[in-house]
């Protein structure tokens, strides 16, 4: 069956260094992969989108990879800092489907 | 420009009783979706409806109903509500039928069915 995995356990780093979280795939051909952040009590936002043949992207602070062959993405933040303290949550769309299928979502944690 | 709009934020049933969720974007989105949000499940599709006068279901639609009243709303249905539904629902649009695109979300409405 299709299964997203993402870290269940916390990521805790420290202020200025860089976060990496990791969504891996099975059973999956996606064409899109996106991110999105969750802060506690509220619905998630959409923050990169990368398509099928591309094998990075960027967008200010962020960067997402995408390897079809490992079926992972990897998304950074650089010189983090604790405003990005949140729940990270990849979602992939299918090539012949029109829905969002989520990860469980890794909890980054940023301490000073 | 609100967004996407979701009422109640919180509500409390007893098991049996039914229910709507409400939602609303201002975005003038064609795809709007219903998911709903338990611990170490991640995000669930109840039902998404691709454009106006279309539903369709997603991976959890049992004991749910959807109507897509106009291109604004979208509502999801409990008809006799179930522990089993006590989560957080979440209501979403999007820009493209194809949902390529990114999806916005409401704020979220939590129930407790008891």
């Known amino acids: 069956s299709q299964k997203i995995e993402q870290n269940s356990e916390a990521l805790n780093i420290q202020e200025g260094k860089t976060a990496t979280l990791t969504c891996n795939y099975t059973?999956?051909?996606?064409?899109?992969l996106q991110w999105y952040r969750q802060d506690p009590g509220r619905g998630p936002v959409f923050l990169l989108l990368?398509?099928?043949?591309?094998k990075e992207k960027r967008k200010e602070r962020l960067k997402v990879t995408f390897d079809t062959t490992l079926k992972q993405s990897l998304f950074h933040i650089t010189a983090s800092q604790p405003a990005d303290s949140a729940t990270y949550l990849c979602?992939?769309?299918?090539?012949?489907?029109?829905?969002?299928?989520f990860g469980t979502g890794t909890r980054l944690q940023v301490t000073l | 420009n609100a967004g996407v709009t979701q009422t109640p934020k919180f509500q409390v049933l007893k098991t049996g009783q039914s229910m709507t969720l409400q939602c609303a974007q201002d975005?003038?989105?064609?795809?709007m979706y219903w998911y709903r949000q338990d611990p170490g499940m991640g995000l669930r599709l109840i039902y998404y409806?691709?454009?106006?006068?279309?539903?369709d279901k997603g991976e959890v639609p049992n004991g749910y109903n959807v109507s897509r009243l106009n291109k604004r709303e979208f509502s999801l249905r409990l008809e006799s509500a179930a522990p089993s539904q006590t989560s957080v629902y979440f209501c979403?649009?999007?820009?493209?039928?194809?949902?390529?695109?990114?999806?916005?979300f409401g704020p979220g409405t939590r129930l407790t069915v008891l």
């Open positions: 979403a649009s999007s820009n493209l039928p194809s949902s390529y695109n990114e999806q916005f």
């Open positions: 059973n999956y051909s996606p064409a899109y």
């Open positions: 990368i398509r099928e043949n591309e």
């Open positions: 979602a992939l769309l299918g090539g012949t489907a029109s829905k969002l299928t």
């Open positions: 975005m003038n989105h064609n795809s």
């Open positions: 409806s691709a454009s106006e006068g279309t539903t």
